[in-house]
């Protein structure tokens, strides 16, 4: 009884404790259907994290890290990890909490996740799971004793770029990781000895600059920035043939295992990076189409009578913001 009480009251906090701008609509699934999961999935460098953002401000929601790197504490820049001012108040949940020499294995982020979402669905809030590990994901959603599907309904939106117009971001943003600091970041972890194959030491960014610091003690300046300059080329490589991975990896989910993937087409939002129109272009055609998605996926089946069908939300939202109704009504149905 005193378990009980106390979900009720942690519910009852962090209903009335909405940020301002979030929905304070209860979510709490009825008993006779399955609790609900919102699942981020996309390449490297795609906006993942950005979109996580834009509907835990919407929706009474808490995040779930399902980066393999990004769980470790430490190399914030490196591993690209989502700022504490990015985050907007909003509680993330295995993120940077694992200790960065760890072997942590994909069942070890199947049990913490699986942990991670029962408290957030308990409390009557909407997990969101993101994170560029689609194996990770894989794993925890279809479990071979079908443990998840059995006690949560998905919704799954791949946040997808085209390869040539990710790869020049992903080359520009290895650039700034470099300007915020990254290679004294990777350079305070240092050590000769150390195994790249297990913990935090497996980013990318940390093997590829060892040859540089082992070396730049010995050698003059020119000499060291060539070596720099070669670590860095083969960092920007790596992460693009990671994006290219992962692309490949998300097909198979859709194309060979059947995953029903909303798809978000955020190509001409890079292209305008860095702009106003870029940032008007986030917002109708990534943000807007990605909320009435979940929408449709939270309240059509339960308030069928109150709620509108998704069409005619993205209809109405097309309208108001300038946007093209079909292209929200074929990320509905994709």
Same mark, same amino acid.
């Given at each position: 009884?005193?378990?009980?009480?106390?979900?009720?009251?942690?519910?009852?906090?962090?209903?009335?404790?909405?940020?301002?701008?979030?929905?304070?609509?209860?979510?709490?699934?009825?008993?006779?259907?399955?609790?609900?999961?919102?699942?981020?999935?996309?390449?490297?460098?795609?906006?993942?994290?950005?979109?996580?953002?834009?509907?835990?401000?919407?929706?009474?929601?808490?995040?779930?890290?399902?980066?393999?790197?990004?769980?470790?504490?430490?190399?914030?820049?490196?591993?690209?990890?989502?700022?504490?001012?990015?985050?907007?108040?909003?509680?993330?949940?295995?993120?940077?909490?694992?200790?960065?020499?760890?072997?942590?294995?994909?069942?070890?982020?199947?049990?913490?996740?699986?942990?991670?979402?029962?408290?957030?669905?308990?409390?009557?809030?909407?997990?969101?799971?993101?994170?560029?590990?689609?194996?990770?994901?894989?794993?925890?959603?279809?479990?071979?004793?079908?443990?998840?599907?059995?006690?949560?309904?998905?919704?799954?939106?791949?946040?997808?770029?085209?390869?040539?117009?990710?790869?020049?971001?992903?080359?520009?943003?290895?650039?700034?990781?470099?300007?915020?600091?990254?290679?004294?970041?990777?350079?305070?972890?240092?050590?000769?000895?150390?195994?790249?194959?297990?913990?935090?030491?497996?980013?990318?960014? %940390? #093997?590829?600059?060892?040859?540089?610091?082992? *070396?730049? =003690?010995?050698?003059? $300046?020119? +000499?060291? /920035?060539?070596?720099?300059?070669?670590?860095?080329?083969?960092?920007?490589?790596?992460?693009?043939?990671?994006?290219?991975?992962?692309?490949?990896?998300?097909?198979?989910?859709?194309?060979?295992?059947?995953?029903?993937?909303?798809?978000?087409?955020?190509?001409?939002?890079?292209?305008?990076?860095?702009?106003?129109?870029?940032?008007?272009?986030?917002?109708?055609?990534?943000?807007?189409?990605?909320?009435?998605?979940?929408?449709?996926?939270?309240?059509?089946?339960?308030?069928?009578?109150? %709620? #509108?069908?998704?069409?005619?939300?993205?209809? *109405?939202? =097309?309208?108001?913001? $300038?946007? +093209?109704? /079909?292209?929200?009504?074929?990320?509905?149905?994709?």
């Amino acid at each position: 009884m005193r378990f009980s009480m106390s979900i009720c009251q942690q519910t009852h906090h962090h209903m009335l404790d909405i940020p301002a701008g979030r929905l304070k609509m209860d979510i709490v699934t009825p008993r006779w259907q399955k609790a609900k999961v919102v699942i981020l999935i996309g390449a490297t460098g795609t906006g993942k994290s950005r979109l996580s953002i834009d509907l835990a401000t919407q929706f009474p929601a808490e995040i779930v890290n399902s980066d393999k790197m990004q769980v470790y504490r430490g190399l914030e820049v490196t591993t690209n990890k989502i700022t504490e001012e990015e985050r907007s108040g909003i509680p993330h949940h295995l993120l940077g909490e694992v200790n960065p020499n760890a072997d942590f294995s994909s069942k070890d982020f199947c049990n913490m996740a699986s942990l991670a979402v029962d408290s957030i669905s308990n409390r009557g809030l909407l997990p969101i799971i993101v994170g560029g590990s689609n194996s990770y994901i894989e794993a925890l959603v279809d479990d071979e004793d079908f443990r998840f599907r059995s006690k949560y309904e998905c919704c799954f939106l791949w946040v997808d770029v085209s390869l040539p117009v990710l790869n020049e971001f992903l080359c520009k943003r290895v650039d700034e990781m470099v300007s915020n600091g990254m290679v004294d970041e990777v350079r305070n972890i240092f050590d000769p000895y150390a195994d790249y194959s297990k913990g935090i030491r497996r980013s990318i960014g %940390v #093997p590829e600059l060892d040859k540089y610091l082992r *070396a730049e =003690a010995f050698l003059n $300046g020119e +000499n060291s /920035d060539r070596l720099l300059v070669e670590a860095i080329r083969e960092i920007k490589n790596n992460n693009c043939k990671l994006a290219r991975r992962q692309l490949e990896k998300i097909r198979c989910l859709k194309n060979v295992k059947g995953w029903n993937l909303h798809r978000i087409d955020a190509t001409q939002v890079f292209r305008n990076r860095g702009n106003k129109k870029g940032e008007e272009a986030w917002k109708k055609q990534v943000t807007i189409p990605s909320s009435a998605i979940v929408r449709e996926f939270l309240y059509s089946s339960v308030t069928a009578a109150k %709620v #509108p069908a998704a069409a005619a939300a993205a209809a *109405a939202a =097309a309208a108001a913001a $300038g946007i +093209n109704k /079909d292209y929200i009504a074929q990320c509905l149905v994709s």
